[in-house]
């Protein structure tokens, strides 16, 4: 239990903290501004609250497939957010996308864990046990964001700026394909070909699987809808930051 | 904060890894454990006989069978525990394997006794080996998971008290006064930082010696040059007198000669402003008396160019002096840079006011015209030296040199007042304003 508790917690965790850090570094980088991040997290563990309590109903939606088609609908909306940070008027403006991409991305995670810690609260003899998985998945993945984001700010500008924007489409591809998973899963779009099956050389499971998922959201089975998704994701939001702005013209101050 | 927080996820993210990679070899490990306890107690159950073996039900979580191969004949059950069903759970093969019986999920292990084909089938419950293990290698783990803000709050601590000489030296070189270039010193210098400290003090040694020997060049200069410009002034003149037909030239060289005597004056105003200079000469002077001085030094000027002008008195209801506490040359020099500026640039005939007014604990000096005024954007930059509004090509075409208010803004910051730009009282025109400490005031 122990270990369910350590993978699943760590698995969301990392997947927040890592999209938490590089859009953080990337204000700080860009905006020079970290006040909004207070605001958007305390946003975001206030909505996966009111998500997970709410959890029951939302499933019986759309033909008691409710909880794939709004996650799915997070998913999406993180990554429109994204694109409209990619290409945003003027740097000033990209605190609420930033806003608004971690608040969701909080939501979705934090939901995921909150269900998964509320299955426990008849059973008092696990809660040691899920107490201590919860804070070693969580710690590793807070401590594997702040290390991501003093890498990124640690580097010289314009290659920060150039990692921080890969990190950010590869987050957005992650995102899509996850949603579109999600949408499969759910029976609103087909389960299409299966690309590839790398599960025997690296199981998702696994702690350099589940780090790459959180990373590149690597699967070892995906679908051709899924990989069409990541790439389409990933190009488009790349391609806009290349044309919205080399790294050297990335200063929002005006001075 | 870059260090705790590095330091702090580094010490979490291995000690946790190490946790969750500890829990899992600690479950193999307690899984062997277990498993050869299984295989012994199988071996001890070997000497147990059929009819006793029946009565070990009591004990939950181990069960027995006891079972007869014959050569050609099905295997035959002789005894079992009153906890495992009496039919065949597993293959009969030795080693372990796992079954499902009595609602749970058991571990096995068949033995072969070697005497009368008799072989030995012995199941422990895996529920409970799991919960056993589980229990106490997270007991083990706890502790680390517990401690950890402890260690968290000592990183923090340590690293604090590490880098204060460092934010000591950042403190003192961040602290010090205008052209203080003394060397810097720290309470306790380790190791690490004296190399940085000495290049600091050697930097700071090299830079006091360059500014003075610019100072001393300046002023030297300046010095030499006052001779030459006066013979030049002298001979320009002469020229002048002797000839009329080049007047219009002459006077263009003669107004360019004064123009480098005015500025060598000047350099030598700002020489003689310098902190080391005007160390131990403050006296306790009354602004306003010195005002009506320089005005009235200044009138001949004034009244070449017929303006009018007027000093105002505000020293409030209890008649309060407005003393201040000030170099009687330099306090002149800035009142009359200000009068000489409002002059020059204020167009014939027009209106020149200067303010003396005494605030809670301090002195206000206002100076205003009424000629083309200062745009914002070029306030802040009208007290640096050698700067002239829009250039030497000045709309007004007044010569000037481009130190007076940079003079006055030396004078005004080695007498800890402070300056200010604005809109004069009049439709247009500039309003130099600059505050002092009252003498006399708390804390002066």
Partial sequence: MLLTTVVLVLREMLEAALIVSVLLAWSVLHVRSRRWIGAALAAGIAGAAVYAVNAATVSEWFDYVGMEVVNAAMQFAVCAVLLALAARPTARAATWPMLIAVALAVVREGFEILLYLSGFIADRGAWSTVALGSALGAGIGISAGALLFYLVVGLPRARALRLAQVLIALFAGNMAAQGVLLLIQADWIPGGVQVWNTGDVLAEDSVLGQLLYALVGYEATPSIWQVTAYVAMFCLLFGLFLRRSTPADGDGSGR | ?444
Avoid at chain 2, 168 to 188: I, M, T, Y
Avoid at chain 2, 373 to 396: K, L, Q, T
Avoid at chain 2, 420 to 430: C, I, K, N, P
């Fill in chain 2, 1 to 444: 904060m870059f260090l705790v927080v590095t330091t702090l996820a580094m010490l979490v993210l291995v000690v946790f890894v190490s946790a969750v990679h500890g829990y899992r070899s600690g479950m193999a490990e307690a899984e062997r454990l277990f498993d050869s306890q299984l295989q012994e107690q199988a071996h001890l159950a070997t000497g147990v006989a059929s009819e006793q073996l029946a009565t070990l039900d009591k004990v939950a979580n181990i069960a027995f069978q006891h079972w007869r191969l014959a050569p050609g004949q099905p295997a035959r059950l002789l005894a079992h525990t009153g906890n495992i069903p009496a039919t065949a759970l597993i293959a009969l093969e030795p080693g372990f394997g796992h079954a499902n019986f009595s609602g749970y999920r058991w571990r096995t292990y068949v033995h072969f006794a070697g005497r009368d084909d008799v072989v030995v089938v012995a199941a422990a419950r895996t529920d409970i080996r799991y919960r056993l293990a589980d229990n106490v290698i997270i007991e083990a783990i706890t502790p680390v998971v517990l401690w950890l803000p402890l260690s968290g709050l000592l990183v923090w601590f340590v690293v604090g008290r590490g880098l204060r000489p460092l934010g000591q030296l950042a403190e003192q070189l961040h602290g010090k006064q205008f052209r203080e270039l003394s060397a810097v010193a720290l309470d306790r210098c380790p190791a690490e930082l004296e190399t940085v400290v000495d290049s600091v003090n050697r930097l700071l040694e090299r830079l006091r010696e360059a500014f003075e020997r610019e100072k001393r060049f300046v002023a030297d200069a300046a010095h030499e040059l006052r001779t030459p410009i006066a013979v030049l002034r002298v001979q320009v003149h002469n020229f002048r007198e002797r000839l009329p037909e080049h007047a219009a030239e002459l006077r263009a060289l003669e107004a360019a000669v004064e123009r480098m005597q005015h500025l060598v004056e000047q350099i030598l105003t700002l020489h003689r402003l310098s902190p080391e200079q005007l160390h131990g000469r403050f006296a306790a002077l009354d602004l306003h008396a010195l005002a009506q001085t320089v005005i009235a030094a200044c009138y001949d000027a004034i009244e070449a160019r017929r303006q009018h002008v007027e000093l105002v008195a505000d020293t409030g209801a209890t008649e309060r002096r407005a003393l201040v506490a000030a170099d009687r040359f330099a306090l002149e020099t800035l009142v009359r840079n200000l009068l000489d500026n409002a002059v020059k640039y204020t167009p014939e005939g027009g209106n020149i006011r200067v303010g003396v007014s005494c605030g809670p604990g301090e002195v206000v000096l206002d100076v205003e015209d009424d000629g083309p005024g200062i745009v914002p954007a070029a306030r802040e930059r009208v007290f640096e030296r050698f700067h002239r509004v829009g250039g030497d090509a000045h709309a007004s075409g007044v010569s000037g040199c481009g130190l007076g208010l940079a003079i006055v803004r030396n004078i005004a910051e080695l007498h800890g007042a402070r300056i200010e730009l604005g809109d004069s009282r009049f439709a247009s025109g500039a309003r130099f304003t600059v505050v002092f400490r009252r003498l006399g005031a708390i804390g002066v």
